[in-house]
């Protein structure tokens, strides 16, 4: 229990003793302003516990309830509002320096076992700035569960055979697509970019020639078959983009526990397909194998084509199962489009039926949209991942060079990597997985405002203020009581939320949590080092406003890590 925490329990303690009532540490929460005090008591529940008038309730306590941790109160209607003691706080950033990189991080997971799937990309298609945003949101899923005390399991799910897969291997060996074929005897140089645009080609061939159709089903027949000359196509090309992931995840510094894909768990699909036909849980209806699951209100889910072919649950359900049986998961958490939402909740329902009691969970999030419209790779309108990091990191580049004359390339360039990445990482994280995002890179790559480079730039000149620092104010003991502004009573209060923000960001999933938080947090870091002297100050209050700010760099780079972000000692 962090010392905030351990504040709240205690008065709550205290004050339900006094009124003998029911009251929790959650029951306190933040004023909606500064000026309001610390600490705020809706007394909604306990006046109507006690049977009496909300603001009686608070002004009864203002009169009777006296604490070493309290130094005012004061009852606004039915809120009682609380000032904290020089002693409170003095505990609170004594806690905070103490732990130092462990603070904020609880083990209210009790270590279950939680797999998250996310990086889901298809083999046949090149990256973009679409799988950005469901990479990003994965990895600090990952992050601040771990944070929250939970033992996860990372993994990524490639797409390796479906019907999109066809589509691009027909239209790469179809006889009219002679450009290819000149291009695929050269030698391909960004083949994820290539294959990109042969699906788009494909998809539009397909528009415009309805007799295709029947081609593309047998491609996926062959396919599925493991014989011929398109089979052994399917491996080339598959290794293409299986490389090009690999090296994409270390840039981003994406780790998994385990890689499965599509085609390993086909044939086992179509035996559970039997077993549920068996079951009477699917059946045939006009060629096709259908899940009527309209008793569900969640319709009817096509597993079988009529021509035969495997749609996504063939090997979504005996993936499921495989991850249950080898990892003995509580949870499963699915990232994945919210396109995608009434199908997982008619797969979950399969794996009830089947009898797995497994928690599932599909964790949807939006489109990222550009300045001029939608993107699609149905029709080639996106920003491929390669030419989005390009672009970052050209501009960052320009930036910090322009900031740095005198660096060295090789520090422009690790500096720049951090600050490219950072801000193509945040960007897809600053707002709820829910929220469309319209993606501006020159506005990402701003040093000021809602950015990971001002989140960046803002630790990098706290190091910097540290470094600065004579030697023997960094000796000299720490005495809180120097800390007596207002500006770093409301500074340590915001550092000791960190905490409490974790476990929210946990409880909702939503990374968002920690990044509104953060730029909160800078934002007041900044107002107070431009309003107060640090380096200036007597050697003792300057000690105390020195560790002020060391713990504030060590909360923002741990913050920034739970998003997968990194930080530099200067920018």
Known sequence: MYALERIKHDLASELGHLLKAEITAADFVAPPQEDLGDLSLPCFLLAKELKKNPAEVAEEIVKNFKHKFIKDCSSAGPYLNITLSDEAFNIILANIVKLRNDFGFNKNGSGKRIMIEYANQNTHKELHIGHLRNMAYGDAINRILK???????????????????????????????????????????????????????????LEDHIEYKGEVAE????????????????????????????????????????????????????????????????????????????????????????????????????????????????????????????YFKQLFKLLELLGYATKFEHLPYEFVKLPSGMMSSRTGNIIPYEDLKDMALVKAKAEVSSRHQTWSIKKINQVSAVVAFGALKFEMIKVGALKQITFEIDSALKFEGFTAAYLQYTYARLKSIIRKADNKIKK????????????????????????????????????????????????????????????????????????????????????????????????
């Open 147 to 205: 944070a929250n005390g939970y033992k996860v399991i990372p993994v990524s799910y490639i797409n390796d055979f479906g019907i999109n897969v066809a589509k691009t291997l027909w239209w790469l060996y179809h006889e009219k697509n002679t450009e290819a074929k000149k291009i695929l005897a050269l030698g391909v140089e960004n083949k994820g970019y290539f294959l990109g645009r042969q699906y788009a080609a494909a998809t539009q061939q």
């Open 219 to 342: 491609v996926m027949k062959q396919i599925e078959s493991r014989s011929g000359e398109i089979y052994k196509l399917w491996k080339k090309t598959r290794q293409w983009n299986i490389n090009q992931f690999s090296l994409t995840y270390k840039e981003l510094g994406i780790k998994f526990k385990a890689i499965f894909y599509e085609s390993d768990f086909i044939k086992q699909g179509f035996k559970i397909v039997k077993t549920l036909e068996q079951k009477n849980i699917l059946f045939v209806s006009e060629g096709a194998v259908i899940a009527d699951l309209n008793n569900y209100n969640l319709g009817v889910l096509v597993v079988l084509r009529s021509d035969g072919t495997a749609l996504y649950p063939v090997a979504d359900l005996p993936l499921a199962i495989e991850k249950i049986k080898r990892y003995k998961l509580d949870e499963s958490l699915y990232i994945v489009d919210n396109r995608q939402d009434l």
């Open 476 to 571: 000299v003991k720490v005495d809180w009581n120097q800390l007596a502004d207002k500006k770093e009573k409301v500074l340590t209060l915001k550092l000791a939320n960190f905490s409490e923000v974790v476990i929210q960001a946990g409880e909702k999933k939503d990374p968002a949590e920690i990044a509104k938080y953060l730029f909160e947090l800078a934002q007041l870091t900044n107002d107070y080092y431009h309003a107060v002297n640090v380096l200036k100050a007597d050697k003792v209050t300057g000690a105390a406003r020195l560790a002020l700010l060391d713990s504030t760099a060590s909360i923002i780079k741990q913050g920034l890590n739970l998003l997968g972000i990194e930080t530099v000692e200067e920018m």
